[in-house]
């Protein structure tokens, strides 16, 4: 906490006369910025060729597999509630990459597909759990806002929002009782972060210094309400500071800022500081899920985010400027596009849970 | 003129309790908010103060006395005053004001025995096992050794909740594991139950044992959330993938003159949801035994204790690991005529009422239902084979209770056992009165439960 520390030390009441009364200091006490500065002296992750085109990759698949789970969707293979990630794919690669994936565990919101691609989860079950077939990753039993990987220590995959943040605050609190240096990853929305039981856990991540960081996903809007009509506070990275938490805020369009960004709050977390909140200003292409009629916003300010701010073709065109053969791209182009048919295939044609599966799995032993 | 000083209730429980050091002699000279005495429950130990000015003029029960009714004369104090011609009534109304200053919830002791399950209940049920060595044991040590012992046996499992470890828990079920376990394992949270039940159930997903103390389950209803969707669904929609073991636990129930928001029982509530388990115990042995098995089970289970119980001692096996079988009713009492269904609070009624009903030819068996989800169906129709009549008493409301349940289940899969329609004695359908009047007409006793035993044996 030492470079906060300045910042955060003096309570509101000390400073300053002038500085009262300028609502800009004030704003600077409160925002415990110390890991913002050191962020901003080098905001980009130095990514080798091979990482980005990586990160590229990770990317495209969310896109398409989105695209495609939307396609089921309208064919009614799908059903239920069916939340895409289009738009936000570089938030959850560039968090995940930073992650040691054998010690650090993730946790997120209903709209879960687009991690457990960044985390490398076989596209196959994932679809197949989104057309409700006993190959699904849940076994046909979950749905699109149910999915779990322990062996990923991918913790889902949750319904009500806002309630993944004490649950992952509960995975950091195992992390640190065991001592096995693991951090926990726990993402939500803008919508979420207006949850009292967000503010629960921030307190208890701060006073008892637990490994997390706290990821919000701004991407503007709670289902069709705008982050400033359902927000006192729009700056979501200053939500934590009655709680002494640091917060930064961090461009979720840029893979590499993003990444970068993760590796100073994973830094700090393992360093034993406790808790960091982390914005991370992105869009979402479509609407909340497959059955909104987007009438909240207008075409044309979905248009431009997509025409000037999307991630992939924000990370394309750095492969290109850095010599990459648009040949490469292509292909990997190519192979996504393979990948994801595979998958839609295997989700449209493997068999629905047995019946008896109904009654499995309500309890784990019997009594 | 001398006033008496009275032993001073506490809690709005305490009945008695230990006078365990007095900080005054004979001969002092005191003046109000004097610390006269430390006086000890088996929750707290609290100070006692003075009221009034005067000299300690005797001093009627020792330190270290135990068990002294609350009400009770300990010391007299003389206030120096000529006595007034109506001195009598006018010193013991204001020697009554005493104990209110060192306890804001004045019970009034008289007004109780009569309607408080607390008196020495029949002797309960048979021996669990027999040739095991038995010891005397309060319900709340019981609790509080099954976590122990649990604690012990495995680093993952600890407890968090308020109170529960500086303070020795609200009700001191938590007593003594600080000391044994530290802060690491025995964590207080902040007033926070909504986030720390949802941090409880994050820590089963990541693979520890935790045991989530409520200070009351009212206070768990900014809670259900996560008991109910992250703890009772997450293996059922992960596929079996996702397990979260966890023990939610604490008092359940009405206990004494604290109002509708404090005196709910919440066991239909829970008891109605697949993938959780529900557990009421009674006496100290099932609350030892099956506290044990629910810190071991692999699912999320609800545990629900009762304050009024707490201090209630019975007999418990000495034995190294008392663990017992989750999902199985015992016979407390056999019986030949009726069958008086129950569990947590009301088995105390019901044997009293069994007792009752002796004296008068009727023959109950009382069956403790002990764990309500899942239900141990089959002890209640053998029994309702056996006797063709049957009773549940419940401490709860009717509605869409755990007795509404026992009703439909004689009616789906008894129908052809019974002799009389089953009846259903529980509390009055409205939210628990404060003033001790209304309170104990709300409440189930045991007078009910014999007049509806006698309604289905036709007597």
Redesign the interface.
Same mark, same amino acid.
């Given at each position: 906490m030492a470079k906060s520390g300045k910042t955060s030390e003096t309570p509101p009441a000390a400073a300053p006369k002038a500085a009262t009364e300028n609502p800009e200091v004030i704003a600077e006490e409160y925002r415990l910025r110390g890991l913002q500065e050191a962020y901003l002296a080098a905001p980009r992750y130095a990514a080798s060729d091979e990482q980005l085109l990586h990160f590229y990759e990770q990317m495209v698949l969310i896109r398409r597999f989105e695209e495609r789970a939307g396609q089921l969707y309208g064919l009614g293979l799908i059903g239920g509630f069916c939340h895409l990630y289009i738009g936000q794919e570089a938030v959850a690669v560039g968090l995940q990459s930073a992650l040691d994936p054998d010690k650090d565990s993730v946790i997120t919101g209903y709209r879960d597909h687009g991690h457990m691609l960044a985390y490398g989860i076989d596209p196959k079950v994932i679809m197949a759990e989104l057309t409700g077939r006993a190959a699904g990753i849940s076994q046909g039993k979950g749905g699109s806002m149910h999915m779990f990987s322990t062996r990923h220590k991918f913790y889902g995959g949750h319904g009500i929002v806002g309630a993944q943040v004490p649950l992952g605050t509960g995975l950091a609190f195992a992390h640190k009782y065991r001592g096995d240096g693991g951090v926990c990853v726990a993402y939500f929305g803008d919508g979420a972060a207006n949850q009292g039981q967000v503010y629960e856990s921030f307190n208890m991540a701060a006073l008892w210094k637990l490994p997390i960081i706290y990821v919000i996903e701004n991407n503007q809007y709670a289902m069709g309400t705008a982050v400033k009509r359902s927000s006192a506070e729009t700056h979501f990275y200053r939500r934590g500071t009655a709680f002494r938490i640091p917060g930064m805020h961090v461009d979720g369009m840029d893979v590499l800022a993003v990444r970068q960004a993760a590796e100073q709050a994973l830094a700090f977390v393992r360093a034993g500081n406790g808790p960091v909140l982390m914005e991370l200003n992105t869009y979402r292409y479509r609407g909340h899920s497959m059955s909104d009629p987007a009438k909240y916003r207008s075409r044309e300010e979905v248009q431009e985010q997509r025409d000037h701010h999307d991630a992939i073709e924000h990370a394309k065109t750095e492969l290109l400027a850095r010599g990459t053969s648009e040949e490469k791209v292509k292909d990997i182009d190519k192979r996504i596009r393979a990948i994801v048919a595979e998958a839609a295939d295997y989700a449209e044609n493997a068999p629905e849970p047995a019946l008896e599966e109904l009654y499995t799995d309500v309890l784990v032993e019997t009594y | 003129m001398s006033v008496q000083l009275k032993m001073p209730a506490l809690s709005p429980t305490m009945e008695e309790g230990k006078l365990a050091k007095w900080l005054v002699k004979v001969g002092d000279v005191v003046k109000s908010g004097d610390i006269l005495a430390e006086i000890e429950t088996d929750k707290a130990t609290m100070e006692f103060e003075a009221v009034d000015e005067g000299t300690i003029s005797s001093i009627d029960v020792a330190a270290g006395t135990e068990g002294v009714k609350v009400g009770a004369v300990i010391a007299v104090l003389d206030d120096g005053e000529e006595p007034a011609a109506e001195a009598k009534p006018a010193s013991e109304a204001k020697a009554a004001e005493a104990p209110a200053a060192a306890a804001p919830a004045e019970p009034a002791p008289v007004a109780k025995p009569a309607e408080a399950p607390v008196p020495a209940a029949p002797t309960p049920a048979p021996a669990p096992t027999s040739g095991t060595n038995m010891k005397v044991a309060t319900v709340r040590e019981a609790l509080r050794d099954a976590m122990a012992e649990e604690m012990r046996r495995d680093s993952r499992v600890?407890v968090m909740g308020e109170e529960v470890a500086e303070y020795h828990g609200a009700y001191k079920v938590t007593q003594g594991l600080l000391e044994e376990f530290g802060p690491?394992r025995v964590i207080d949270? /902040?007033i926070?139950e909504?986030?720390? $039940?949802? *941090?409880?159930?994050?820590? $089963? %997903?990541?693979?520890?044992r #935790?045991i989530v103390e409520f200070m009351t389950f009212n206070f768990a209803m900014q809670a259900i959330?996560?008991i109910i969707?992250?703890a009772a669904k997450?293996?059922? %929609?992960?596929?079996?993938? %996702?397990?979260c #073991?966890i023990v939610f636990r604490g008092p359940n129930g009405a206990a004494h003159r604290v109002g509708a928001q404090h005196s709910q029982n919440y066991a239909p509530w829970y008891a109605s949801v /697949?993938?959780l388990?529900v557990i009421a115990p009674f006496d100290a042995a099932d609350a030892k035994g099956l506290l044990k098995a629910a810190i071991r089970?692999?699912?999320p289970v609800v545990f629900l204790e009762n304050e009024l119980i707490y201090g209630r001692s019975f007999e418990l096996p000495e034995l190294d690991d008392h663990v017992l /079988? *989750?999902?199985k009713a015992r016979i407390m009492r056999e019986g030949s005529d009726v069958t008086i269904v129950s569990y947590s609070i009301g088995v105390g009624l019901a044997l009293e009422a069994a007792e009752t009903l002796a004296a008068e030819g009727i023959s109950a068996e009382v069956l403790d239902l002990r764990?309500l989800r #899942?239900l141990d169906t089959a002890a209640v129709l053998t029994s309702l084979a056996k006797t063709n009549r049957l009773v549940v008493a419940e401490e709860g409301w009717p509605v869409c209770s755990i007795a509404s349940e026992i009703v439909a289940l004689c009616m789906e899969k008894g129908f052809d056992d019974l002799d009389a329609p089953v009846l259903r004695v529980c509390n009055e359908d409205v939210p628990l009165p404060y003033a001790a009047n209304l309170e104990k007409v709300a409440l189930i006793d045991a007078a009910r439960i014999v007049a509806a035993v006698k309604q289905v044996c036709y007597r």
């Open positions: - | 600890f690491e949270t /902040p926070t909504y986030g720390f $039940a949802g *941090i409880g159930a994050g820590a $089963a %997903m990541g693979g520890l #935790p959330d996560h969707n992250s997450t293996n059922y %929609m992960s596929g079996g993938q %996702m397990r #073991p /697949p993938g388990v089970s692999e699912d /079988p *989750i999902g764990t #899942p």
